[in-house]
C-alpha cells in the first residue's frame, strides 16, 4: 500500500492528530456530540472518564473498521459500524461498572449513548473507510483528543465556578454555615454559582469557547 | 456653554486623531456626545429628519425611570424603618435608600461601560449607548441585598452573553437587563427570593418578615398588605418595580415622547387581566384566587410592562405584532407566576420568552400582509 513508503509521522498524519484539536475540532467547529458535553461536564472526573472512553471507541472502531474497509459491502455498511462501535461501548461500560463503579453510575446513560456519538460514526463513514489503520488510528486519536479537550475546559469551567472543586477537591476554599467558620474565597462572601451547575450553562461555555477560537482564528467563521 | 466646550476640547486633545491617546477614542467620544449635541447632522439622503439621536431617546427613557428610582430609594429606607418599628421620616427614609441604591447604580454602570467601551476599542468603532438604560434597569430590578460584587458578574455576563456576543446595542435577542436578572436569579438563587433579601439588612434582623406578596401567595398564605400600599407602593420587592403610581407616570412620559409604544403596553395588561380571569374563576390556591387586577398591581408587572417589554430592539416591530407580543406576555406572566411558585416573578420569564418569539411574530403579521395584499390584487 502507499503508505507503507510514508514516514509513520510524516506532515500529512501530524495533520490528522493536530487538526481536530483546532482548526477541525469535533466539538467547537464541526458542533458534533453535543448533548454528552452538555451533560456530563458538570464535574471534572465524569468528564475525563467519559473524554477516555469516547477516545477508546474512536480509536478502535476507526481501526477496526478500517482493517476490513474492503470487505465490507457499501450496502449494509452502515450496520456493520454499528455493530462494531456497540460492541466497544458494551465493553467500556462493563470495564466502567467493573472498576469504577460510582462514576459508572454518574455517566449513567451517557456511556451507552457513544453508540449514537455522531464524532464516532462520523469519523467511521468519512474517514475509515477510505484510509489505511494507521492513519485511521491518528484520526482516532486526534478527535478523541479533541473531544476530550473541550469536555475538560468545560467541565473545569463549570466545576471550579459552580461548586468550587476540581475532581472533588475544594480549591477555593471550605464553605461552612456561617462566614466565620469558611474559608478561602468564602470567607470573604463569595458564593457558587448555581447556574454553572445547569446545563443551559454548559452550552453557553461551549458557546464562549467557539466564540473565542473564531476571534484567534479568522478563517474558521463562514462565509455568507 | 462655550466656556465649557472649550474646555472640554482641551481635555480631549490627545484623544484626537494623532494625539497620544488616538486609540481610546471612542471613551472620550462618547462623553463628549452624552454632555454635549454633536455638531455634526446628516447630510445625505436621509429618510428622517429629526434631532432625535439614540442617545436622545435613551435619556427620555432615563428621564422616565426617574420617578420609580427615587420611589424606589423612598422606599428601600421606609421598607428597613417601618420593619424595625422606628420613625419613617422622609428625609431619612430618602437618605438610607440612596446609601443603599447608588453604589448598585454606580457598579452597574462602571462595570457596564468599562465593558463596553473595552468592546469598542477592540473592534475600533464608537460606545453604543443602548447600556445608559439598561444600566439603569439592572439595579432597580434587583434586591436591595443583592451583593455588589454579585451585581458585577450579573452585569458581565449581559453585557458579554445578552449584547456583545451578538453584535453588540441594537443587535441582541434578549433584554440585556433581563438577561442580568435571569443569570443572578439562576446563579445566586438565595440571594435573589426568600423572605430576607427585600428589605435593607433584614438577614442581621431576626423579626424581620420581608417576604415580598407574590412570595407570600406562593406559599399559600394571603396578602396582608392593602391594595392602595401595592398601588403607592409601600410594599417589599425589588427596587424600582414596587410603586405602580411612579411607573404609570414613567409610562405617560415614554408614550408621550412615543419613546415606548402604548400598543404593547395595553397589550400586556389586557393579556394579564385575561389569564387572571381564567385563575380567578378556577381559583384553586392563594395565588389563583387572588383579584385578578390586584395580579397587575404586584411583583414586577407593570415594571415589565412599560420598561423591559417596550425594548425597541427585542420586541415585535410590526404594529399589529406588538400586540400579540404584548397580550402574549401578559398572559404568560400570571400563568408562570401561578403555575410555578418557585418562580413568583413570572414577567421577568415571559418576557424572555416572548423576546425568542419577536422575530416569528413579526414574520407571521408580515407574510399575513403579503397575502392579504395579493388577494387585493388578484380581485382587482
Known sequence: MAEGKEALFSKQNKALLSDPLNDNNPISVQVLGICSALAITVQLKPAVVMSLAVLFVVIASNVI????????????????????????????????????????????????????????????????????????????????????????????????????????????????????????????GYENNGFMLLSPMALITVGIIIWVQRSKNRKLIEQH | MDFLRKKFDEIRKPFNPGGKFEKFAPAINSIDTLMFVPKHNTHKGAHIRDGVDLKRVMVTVIFALLPAMFFGMYNLGYQHFSQLGESTAFLDCMIFGAWKFLPMLLVSYGVGLAIEIGFAIYNKHEVNEGYLVSGMLIPLIMPVDFPLWMLAVSVVFAVFIGKEAFGGTGMNIFNPALIARAFAFFSYAPQMSGDKVWVADASTIDAVSGETILGQLAAGAHSSWSVLDMFLGYVPGSVGETSVLAILIGAAILIATGVGSWKIMTGVVIGGAAMGLIFNALGLNALMEFPWWQHLLVGGFAFGAVFMATDPVSGAQTEKGKWIYGILIGFFAIMIRVFNGAYPEGMMMAILLMNVFAPTVDHYVIAGNIKKRKKRLKAA
Open chain 1, 65 to 188: 473498521v478500517s482493517l476490513i474497509r474492503n470487505l465490507i459491502p457499501g450496502r449494509i455498511r452502515i450496520i456493520v459500524q454499528l455493530l462494531i462501535v456497540a460492541s466497544l461501548v458494551i465493553l467500556v461500560d462493563q470495564v466502567l461498572k467493573a472498576y469504577a463503579y460510582d462514576v459508572s453510575k454518574e455517566l449513567s446513560v451517557f456511556v451507552g449513548l457513544i453508540i449514537t456519538n455522531c464524532i464516532v460514526m462520523g469519523r467511521l463513514e468519512a474517514f475509515a473507510l477510505a484510509n489505511g489503520p494507521w492513519k485511521s488510528f491518528l484520526d482516532g486519536v486526534g478527535n478523541g483528543a479533541g473531544y476530550a479537550l473541550i469536555l475538560v475546559l468545560v467541565a473545569v469551567f463549570r466545576e471550579l465556578l459552580g461548586s468550587g472543586k476540581l475532581f472533588g477537591i475544594e480549591i477555593l476554599g471550605h464553605k461552612a454555615k456561617t462566614l466565620a467558620e469558611s474559608t478561602g474565597l468564602y470567607s470573604l
